[in-house]
């Protein structure tokens, strides 16, 4: 099964190597490699060259739609960083953890209703829908499946995605009393029985 992943826009043919100019019109090309999605950005003369003719598995790609490169702005350094709905979701791309799968879908789900993102493709891995986002200014492409998720978990994973918007992953602070505990003796520690660990919840995905 292919996971979710990222894919950033080429700032140059990636065909011919001659860079993009501003509001130039280029193609994308995404191929199944079995393991993981593979983006291809090429020039409008590449592509009527190599890639126009013909059907898509004949050409080798499974999907492919046209946008205009724009420079990326200068990014302004922001002192106090605010968890949004797209940082958010790069950064649980990033983590790639199975348990943040439902939240990864719900947070594309949130930024396609406001625009933010667009499907461009949808396709079907192992017998799971997965959903081709982009976005629209950057070029950057999201791949997501669908955890197919019931309407007794929707409250659960809003409750999880509220937590992250809101706490973001800062690492929990041990408990200062618990810091501050005093060494047990050797010898009753030898008499204390070991703790059993405890079930570690079951987290749905």
Not at 75 to 103: C, F, G, M, S
Not at 126 to 141: A, C, L, N, T, W
Request: proline share 9%; aromatic share 8%.
């Amino acid at each position: 099964m292919i996971d979710w992943n990222f894919h950033s826009r080429a700032h140059a043919c990636q065909a011919c190597a001659v860079p993009f100019q501003d509001r130039q019109p280029y193609h994308t090309l995404l191929f199944d490699q079995k393991s993981e999605y593979v983006r291809l950005d090429v020039c409008d003369a590449c592509w009527q060259k190599q890639y126009s003719q013909g059907a898509n598995d004949r050409r080798g790609f499974i999907s492919h739609w046209q946008g205009v490169y724009e420079v990326p702005p200068a990014v302004a350094v922001d002192p106090i960083q605010k968890e949004t709905a797209e940082t958010l979701l790069r950064k649980l791309i990033e983590l790639n953890d199975p348990q943040y799968r439902a939240a990864s879908f719900i947070l594309a789900v949130m930024l396609e209703r406001k625009r933010l993102l667009k499907v461009k493709a949808q396709t079907t891995e192992g017998g799971q829908r997965v959903f081709i986002y982009e976005h629209p200014k950057s070029g950057d492409v999201f791949t997501i499946p669908d955890p197919n998720l019931q309407l007794n978990q929707l409250e659960d994973v809003q409750r999880q995605v509220g937590h992250l918007l809101e706490h973001g992953f800062a690492p929990v602070e041990p408990p200062a009393a618990a810091a501050a505990a005093p060494a047990v003796p050797a010898e009753a520690a030898e008499s204390t029985p070991a703790p059993q660990p405890a079930e570690s919840p079951v987290t749905g995905s």
